[in-house]
C-alpha cells in the first residue's frame, strides 16, 4: 500500500539568490502537500457530509450541499443544486495525459490521472439554470442503472504569451473543475468504483408494555398471563431473526472466542427456557429475561464502531472522485463512505473487542437461565433509557462468574468488573469490594433504582416481614405494599384475617367489655354471698346458684382481649347473649309470679341484680361496635386486592424492582381471606348448657312468647349493606346486554320473513343467550405465594392507608449480635440487638458477659464467666415472650510453630525465615525486634538483616498469624556470637528458637 507523498525537504531562500522552477516547486510542494495530508491524516477521507441524492420527479436529481475529501486530500465542496439536463463531455486531455517535466510536485500527484481513462467520454449533469447552449432536458428513465459522481477534474494546462511571431513558454497551471458525471453502471471499472457492503440499518426490539391495552386483571392466572404476552410466537419469531440478522452482519467483524452459534437461530434456545418455565410461578422472570435481551441487542445496534476507520490512507483508492450513489436503491452499495483516520488501529482493535463482548453477553444470556430458591436481596441498579452494561446484573442467569466478565465491555477491557453491582456479588471469586458485597451500606445517590430478587415462590406473610426489616435496616426510600390477587364479587371477606387496628373501636370495645366484667363479677359474687338467703326464700336453688354462675363464668371468657378476636365470633356470642337475656327475664318473671303479695328485700336485690345486667345486655354495645366494624370493613375490604388497586393506579409497571422514592407491589393469592360458605358454629357447649338451664324453669308456651315480646335488641345486620353489590350490578348489565341484542336482532330480520319465521328465530336467539352470571371460581394454584411484582414511581398507600395494615405483622422478642464469634483476648464490646419489648432480663450461660450502656446493652468477649474456650448461650426474657438462642463461641490464641529460621551463608547477620507450611493460606506481621518497621507478608521465605554490633547480638522475632479469630503468635531468638573474642571458633555461628 502506496502513502502519500511527502516531501522532505523544501528551499530556504537567501537575498540574491537565483531562483529556478525547482526551488519554487518545492515550496509550493511543501506547502500543498501539507495541507492535503493534514486532511487525509487528521480528518480522513470520502464524503464527511451531505452529497445526497434525491429526485423531485422522475426527469430531474438534486443534489444537496456537502463535503467530500478523495483520497489524494482534495477538498471537494458543492452548494445544493437541481439537475435537469445533461450533455456530453470529454474529459480534457491535460487530465488524462497530463505532460510534465522535472517536477515530482507534479508527478506525484497527475500519476493517478490515468485512472479515468474509461471515463473520458461520459454524460456530465447540468443544473436547470445552465447557460450550456448543447444541453439536453433529462427523459424518463434516464438515471436507470447509473450511478452519480463527483470528479476533481484537475488539468494541467501550459501558460503561454504569444507577441505577433514570437511565443514565449510561461510555464503551467493547474485548472480544478468539479464534474457531475452519470456513469451506466454496467461501465463499471471495479478498482475505480468498487462496491461497498450496503449500510444496514438494524430496528430495535420494542416489546410490548404490561397491560397494554388495558385489561381487567382480578386473578392470579391473570396477572401471570399478561406476562406471557412477550412469549407469544410473533414476539419471538421477531427477536430471532433481528438478532440473527445483526450477528451474520457482523460475525466477520467479532473476534470468534465465543462460541456464537445459538445466535445464528436463537428461536430454538428462547424456546426451549420458555416452554420449561412458562406455566411457573416464575414467569414474571420470562418477562425480564426478555427484557434483558432486548437491551442487549439494541446495545449493539447502538454501537458506534463500524464507521470504516483506515490509518494509512491508499492514495489511489478514488484521488479524484466520490460517489454520491444511484437513485434506485441497489443490492449493492456504490456510495463512497467516510472513512475516518481520527482512530488509530488501537482504538479500532478495542472497540471490535467492545463489540465482541457485547455478543458474548447476548449469546450468554440466551443459553444460561436458571430460577432456584434464593434469599430475597436489594440491588441498587439503574432504570431508564440507559444500557444494560450500566445496570445490575439480575439473579436469574447460571455462571454468574463468566457473566460478569462480559456484562459491562468497557469494565472487561480495563479490568474493572469486580466494580458491577449484582444479585450474586456476595458469591466467592466474584470480588474483594466491600461496596460491591454491601452495596446498601454505601453511597446510593447515582443509583435511581432498586432490584428485588429472590422472593418469587415464597410465602407472602414472610417476603412482607423480611423484606420491611431490610427496608428499615437500610433506610431504603420506598413503601411496600401486599395486594391480593383474587375474585372478590360475591364472597364476604372474614374479618380475623384482618392485621390492622381501628383504636376507636377498640377503645370502645374494651369498655363495653370491662363493664360487663365489673357487673357479671359483682353479680356474681352477691349471689354467692348471699347463696344461702336465696335458697331460703326459694329464690333460687343451690343447683340454680352454681348453673348460673357457671354460665356468668363462662360469659366472661367470651369476650376476647382484642377485638379482632372478637368481631368473627360475634354472630355466634350474640345468640349466647339473646339466650341470657332470656334467662334473666325468666327469673324476674317467676319471682314476681310467686311473690304477688310482697317482695321481699332479697328478692328486690336479686330483680335489681338481674336489671343491671338486663340493661346491659339491652344496650347491646357490641352489637353496635361489631355493626360499625362491618360497615368499615365492607369500605376498606376491596383496597386489600390487586384488581381494585390497579384500577386507581392504572400506570403501574413491573421491571423486577422499584424506583427511588415509589411502591413496591408484591401480589399473592390467599383464597383463605373469605368465609367459608358453611361458617363452624362456636359456643355450642355453652349454648346446650343455657338451653338446659332455661327447660328447668316449666313456663308456659304463653309466658314464653310474652318474655321474648319483651326482648328489644337491635338487628345488628340492619345498616350493613349486601356484599355482593358488584355481582347485582353485573347481572342487571347483562340483562341489558340481552334486552339490546335482542332488539338489534328484531330490527335487523329481513322483512321478508313470516311472523312465525320471525318469532321462531327471535326464541331460539333468545334461548341461545340465556347463560347465567356466575362468580369467577377461586384458583387454588399458588396460595398465600408470592407470585408478582410491580411498582408505582411515587409513594403510595402509607400512612395509615388499609393496604398497609393489611400486611402489618407483629414483631417477635429476638436478640441478635453482628458475629458470634470472639477471641477471649477481645477487650471490645459489642452490642447485643434486641427487637421487640426491652424491659427483661438476659438467660444462658453468658448472661454474666453482657453489661448495660444506658439503654444498650453490650458483650465482653474477654468477660471472666466465659474466658475458657467453649460454646455459650445467650436468651432474652420477657413476661410475655422467649427470645431466639445465640450459640457464641469462644476461643483463645494459640502458639505456633510452623516457622523456622537459618543464617544466610554469605552474611551472617542475615537470617531467611522460612514458613514450612506449605497449603498455608495465611498472611503474617513479623516484628523482628530490632526497631525496624514491622512487615505483613504472605510470603513462604522472607529475609532480614539485623544490626548486631559488640554490644547487641540477640534478637527476639514475634510472627503473628493473621486473618484468626485470635491472634496466634510464634517467637523465633536469633543469635550470633562474639566474634571479637579470642576463642572465635564454629559456636559463634548460631541461632537459637
Known amino acids: 500500500m502506496k502513502t502519500a507523498y511527502n516531501p522532505s525537504k523544501y528551499p530556504v531562500f537567501e537575498a540574491d539568490q537565483v531562483l529556478s522552477q525547482k526551488h ?25 457530509c451531505g452529497m445526497e441524492i434525491s429526485q423531485p420527479n422522475s426527469t430531474q436529481i438534486k443534489i444537496s450541499c456537502g463535503t467530500a475529501i478523495t483520497s489524494l486530500g482534495y477538498q471537494i465542496q458543492c452548494e445544493e443544486q437541481t439537475f435537469g439536463y445533461y450533455h456530453n463531455v470529454e474529459l480534457s486531455s491535460n487530465f488524462l495525459n497530463p505532460k510534465y517535466i ?36 433529462i427523459p424518463n428513465n434516464f438515471f436507470k442503472d447509473k450511478i452519480v459522481i463527483l470528479l476533481l477534474e484537475t488539468s494541467l494546462i501550459d501558460e503561454k504569451n504569444c507577441v505577433t511571431t514570437n511565443c514565449d513558454d510561461k510555464g503551467k497551471r493547474l485548472e480544478f473543475k468539479i464534474r457531475p458525471l452519470l456513469v451506466p453502471i454496467n461501465q463499471l471499472n471495479l478498482v475505480l468504483f468498487p462496491e461497498y457492503p450496503k449500510i444496514v440499518n438494524f430496528e430495535k426490539i420494542s416489546l410490548p408494555r404490561y397491560n397494554v391495552p388495558h385489561n381487567q386483571l382480578i386473578t392470579g392466572s391473570d396477572v401471570l398471563n399478561e406476562f406471557k404476552k412477550n412469549l407469544a410466537d410473533s414476539v419471538i419469531n421477531n427477536v430471532s431473526e433481528k438478532i440473527s440478522l445483526v450477528y451474520n452482519s457482523y460475525k466477520s467483524a467479532i473476534n470468534n472466542t465465543v462460541d456464537f452459534n445459538v445466535l445464528n437461530n436463537p428461536k430454538t434456545a428462547l424456546e426451549t427456557v420458555i416452554n420449561a418455565n412458562k406455566n411457573s410461578v416464575n414467569v414474571q422472570y420470562l418477562w425480564d429475561w426478555m427484557s434483558d435481551i432486548a437491551f442487549a441487542y439494541n446495545e449493539i445496534v447502538e454501537f458506534d464502531v463500524q464507521n470504516p476507520s483506515l490509518c494509512c490512507v491508499d492514495e489511489k483508492m478514488f484521488p479524484f472522485h466520490v460517489v454520491l450513489g444511484s437513485v434506485e436503491d441497489f443490492s449493492k452499495e456504490y456510495r463512497t463512505p467516510f472513512f475516518s483516520t481520527q482512530n488509530s488501529s488501537l482504538k479500532n482493535s478495542k472497540k471490535r473487542k467492545e463489540l465482541t463482548v457485547l455478543f458474548a453477553r447476548l449469546q450468554h444470556i440466551i443459553k444460561y437461565w436458571i430460577t432456584e430458591d434464593h434469599v430475597i436481596r436489594v440491588t441498587p441498579s439503574l432504570y431508564g433509557d440507559v444500557p444494560l452494561s450500566k445496570k445490575s446484573i439480575p439473579f436469574y442467569y447460571d455462571q454468574i462468574l463468566d457473566l460478569n466478565k462480559k456484562w459491562n465491555p468497557k469494565k472487561t477491557l480495563k479490568n474493572r468488573n469486580g466494580e458491577i453491582l449484582s444479585y450474586h456479588s456476595n458469591i466467592a471469586n466474584y470480588t474483594n469490594l466491600d461496596n460491591v458485597k454491601n452495596p446498601l451500606l454505601y453511597d446510593t445517590e447515582k443509583y435511581n433504582f432498586f432490584r428485588i430478587e429472590g422472593h418469587i415462590g415464597r410465602k407472602y406473610t414472610e417476603v412482607v416481614e423480611e423484606l420491611t426489616i431490610k427496608k428499615n435496616a437500610y433506610n431504603l426510600p420506598f413503601n411496600i405494599t401486599a395486594l391480593n390477587a383474587v375474585d372478590y364479587i360475591g364472597k364476604e371477606l372474614d374479618i380475623s384475617k384482618f392485621q390492622g387496628r381501628w383504636d376507636d373501636l377498640e377503645a370502645d370495645y374494651d369498655m363495653a367489655r370491662k363493664r360487663m366484667y365489673n357487673i357479671t363479677e359483682f353479680v356474681i359474687n352477691w349471689i354467692a354471698l348471699n347463696r344461702i338467703d336465696l335458697v331460703e326464700k326459694s329464690l333460687l336453688t343451690n343447683e340454680s346458684i352454681d348453673s348460673f354462675k357457671n354460665i356468668l363464668t363462662q360469659i366472661k371468657k367470651l369476650l376476647t382481649n382484642d377485638l379482632k378476636d372478637f368481631l368473627p365470633n360475634f354472630i355466634s356470642f350474640n345468640e349466647v347473649f339473646k339466650e341470657l337475656n332470656q334467662i334473666f327475664l325468666m327469673h324476674r318473671f317467676c319471682i314476681q309470679f310467686f311473690n304477688k303479695d310482697k317482695l321481699s328485700m332479697i328478692a328486690e336485690d336479686l330483680i335489681d341484680r338481674f336489671d343491671d345486667i338486663n340493661e346491659l345486655f339491652l344496650e347491646d354495645p357490641f352489637a353496635v361496635i361489631y355493626e360499625e366494624s362491618q360497615l368499615r370493613w365492607q369500605k376498606l375490604f376491596k383496597e386489600l386486592f390487586f384488581s381494585t388497586f390497579v384500577q386507581k393506579h392504572p400506570e403501574i409497571e413491573h421491571k423486577a424492582g422499584v424506583t427511588k422514592g415509589g411502591t413496591f407491589i408484591l401480589v399473592y393469592v390467599d383464597s383463605t381471606v373469605f368465609k367459608p360458605k358453611t361458617p363452624v358454629k362456636s359456643y355450642v357447649q355453652l349454648l346446650e348448657s343455657i338451653k338446659i338451664y332455661k327447660r328447668g324453669f316449666n313456663l308456659k308456651e304463653s309466658v314464653m312468647q310474652e318474655i321474648n315480646a319483651s326482648i328489644t335488641f ?15 350490578k353485573c347481572k342487571q348489565e347483562t340483562e341489558n346486554i340481552k334486552s339490546n341484542i335482542l332488539k338489534v336482532a328484531e330490527y335487523n330480520l329481513s322483512p321478508l320473513y313470516t311472523k312465525e319465521m320471525r318469532s321462531y328465530l327471535l326464541g331460539n336467539l333468545y334461548k341461545a343467550i340465556q347463560y347465567p352470571v356466575t362468580e369467577k371460581p377461586q384458583e387454588v394454584s399458588f396460595q398465600q405465594l408470592v407470585i408478582a411484582d410491580f411498582f408505582v414511581p411515587y409513594m403510595c398507600c402509607g400512612e395509615g392507608n388499609n393496604i398497609e395494615l393489611k400486611i402489618e405483622k407483629k414483631e417477635p422478642l429476638s436478640i441478635s449480635l453482628n458475629t458470634l464469634k470472639y477471641c477471649n483476648t477481645d477487650d471490645k464490646e459489642y452490642e447485643v440487638i434486641i427487637k421487640g419489648k426491652k424491659d427483661g432480663s438476659f438467660l444462658g450461660t453468658a448472661k454474666n458477659a453482657i453489661v448495660k450502656r444506658s439503654d444498650k446493652f453490650y458483650l465482653q468477649p474477654n468477660h471472666e464467666s466465659i474466658k475458657n474456650p467453649a460454646k455459650y448461650t445467650l436468651q432474652y426474657e420477657t413476661e410475655e415472650e422467649l427470645s431466639n438462642t445465640l450459640e457464641i463461641e469462644i476461643s483463645k490464641p494459640n502458639e505456633i510453630s510452623n516457622w523456622s529460621v537459618a543464617m544466610d551463608k554469605d552474611n551472617f547477620k542475615t537470617f531467611l525465615f522460612t514458613n514450612n507450611a506449605q497449603d498455608d493460606k495465611h498472611e503474617y506481621e513479623i516484628d523482628f525486634g530490632d526497631k525496624t518497621e514491622k512487615i505483613t507478608t504472605d510470603k513462604k521465605v522472607v529475609s532480614h538483616t539485623f544490626p ?15 486473618g484468626e479469630l485470635c491472634i496466634n503468635t510464634q517467637k523465633i531468638g536469633v543469635k550470633v556470637g562474639d566474634f571479637n573474642h579470642p576463642d572465635f571458633n564454629e559456636k559463634d555461628f548460631n541461632t537459637q528458637k
Open 24 to 48: 519554487l516547486n518545492r515550496a509550493i510542494s511543501y506547502l500543498e502537500e501539507q495541507d492535503r495530508l493534514t486532511r487525509v491524516g487528521g480528518i480522513g477521507i470520502g464524503i464527511l
Open 102 to 137: 522535472d517536477g515530482e510536485f507534479i508527478e506525484m500527484q497527475m500519476q493517478y490521472t490515468k485512472m479515468y481513462e474509461s471515463l473520458k467520454n461520459s454524460v456530465e449533469l447540468l443544473p436547470n439554470n445552465t447557460l450550456e447552449v448543447d444541453k439536453i432536458a
Open 714 to 728: 337491635k338487628d345488628y345486620t340492619s345498616q350493613i349493606v349486601a356484599l355482593p353489590e358488584e355481582l347485582d
Open 948 to 962: 548486631f554490633n559488640e554490644k547487641v547480638n540477640a534478637f527476639t522475632v514475634t510472627i503473628k498469624q493473621l
